[in-house]
């Protein structure tokens, strides 16, 4: 089993070598993040789903569900500490989505049929004697681009 390297083996190792410690102070932060964004001290998970917005009287961490909120409850004093001598509130600030009726969809939105399939589906309703099942094909069989009978 092979021997884990600790980062501090590796920042010695770094600042030891001249042409090394030049290339490391030119890297770009881990992960992409700024060393100074407060977001930094939450799990990635987390931090792709809150948003930081600076009032004059707190910070507010905007999560986008409930479930998001309460997960970084837990991870609020790590949060505090990356602001200090800020208050942070949570709120849930998410997307809706508006959800709308098939009553007020517009009809082109509808799925179409092809022709074809719509003559079978209609021919297989013709041979069933359940009365709302054959309704429930024909009115299924309608959405077809051939609507001849």
């Not at 409850?73 to 849930?92: D, E, M, N, S």
């Amino acid at each position: 089993m092979s021997k884990t390297t600790s980062p501090k083996a590796l920042q010695s190792l770094l600042s030891g070598h001249s042409r090394l410690a030049s290339l490391a102070r030119q890297a770009p932060p881990p992960s992409g993040q700024p060393q100074n964004d407060p977001l930094s001290v939450l799990p990635p998970a987390l931090r792709e789903r809150v948003t930081l917005v600076e009032t004059p009287e707190r910070w507010l961490a905007m999560a986008e569900t409930s479930a998001t909120a309460q997960l970084l409850r837990f991870h609020l004093p790590k949060l505090q500490q990356a602001l200090p001598g800020q208050q942070i509130k949570i709120v849930v600030g998410g997307k809706r989505v508006n959800v709308q009726s098939n009553s007020h969809a517009n009809l082109q939105d509808k799925p179409r049929l092809d022709g074809e399939s719509a003559r079978q589906i209609r021919a297989l309703a013709e041979d069933i004697d359940d009365e709302g099942l054959k309704a429930s094909l024909k009115r299924l069989a309608s959405r077809g681009e051939d609507n001849t009978p």
